[in-house]
């Protein structure tokens, strides 16, 4: 299945060719673990994600078509 996905700042480094946007290609049934571990983020590594607009966790099972994005917790005071 072909999912499309965003990385914002740190995380752009984990991107194939360093762009921040791309395609990415995985077996059916995929979670977002599995698309953490293919693109060896960390999934420690302290992360907002989404997927389709909703907030997503390691377990979130992703399908054809997902638009999945991942950027940096922000701390503010």
Do not use: Q, W
Request: proline share 6%; charged share 20%; hydrophobic share 35%.
């Amino acid at each position: 299945m072909r999912i499309h996905v965003t990385l914002y700042s740190e995380f752009k480094k984990f991107a194939p060719g360093g762009t921040g946007s791309f395609d990415l290609d995985l077996p059916p049934g995929a979670s977002l673990g599995h698309c953490f571990e293919h693109l060896n983020i960390p999934e420690n590594s302290g992360y907002t994600a989404l997927v389709n607009g909703r907030r997503a966790d390691g377990d979130t099972l992703l399908r054809e078509g997902d638009t999945l994005v991942v950027f940096p917790l922000i701390c503010g005071g």
